[in-house]
Nanobody, 124 residues
Framework: QVQLVESGGGLVQAGDSLRLSCAAS????????MGWFRQAPGKEREFVAT????????SYSNSVKGRFTISRDNARNTMYLQMTSLKPEDTAVYYC?????????????????WGQGTQVTVSS
């Protein structure tokens, strides 16, 4: 089991940038593909971005493609989500997740370990 802790959320204005971090308390995250999901009030959790175990394969939801970048530093056991050109509709609690597989996945059902979430609020 992997313990995940997100950080970096906050209140920003539309057009601003934020970088979220997800620190994993495990010997090495190189065994895990990872992803970011988000949940806005009154809505279901939705996929944001995912990255393969080695970092060579990434995938994004259409709503964030071109604005968000997922990356990982396996030496630091940390994953990141760089968010630029933020919009009010990006407001949500952002969760990181890990799966004990090499392949990235866009489905939340394929992730066994989750962080507690970090709030991102974008004002217009």
């Amino acid at each position: 089991q992997v313990q995940l802790v997100e950080s970096g959320g906050g209140l920003v204005q539309a057009g601003d940038s934020l970088r979220l971090s997800c620190a994993a308390s495990v010997r090495t995250i190189t065994l895990y593909a990872m992803g970011w999901f988000r949940q806005a009030p009154g809505k279901e959790r939705e996929f944001v971005a995912t990255i393969s175990r080695g970092g060579g394969i990434t995938s994004y939801s259409n709503s964030v493609k071109g604005r968000f970048t997922i990356s990982r530093d396996n030496a630091r056991n940390t994953m990141y989500l760089q968010m630029t050109s933020l919009k009010p509709e990006d407001t949500a609690v952002y969760y990181c997740a890990a799966r004990y597989m090499a392949e990235a996945s866009v489905s939340s059902a394929n992730y066994a370990d989750w962080g507690q979430g970090t709030q991102v609020t974008v004002s217009s």
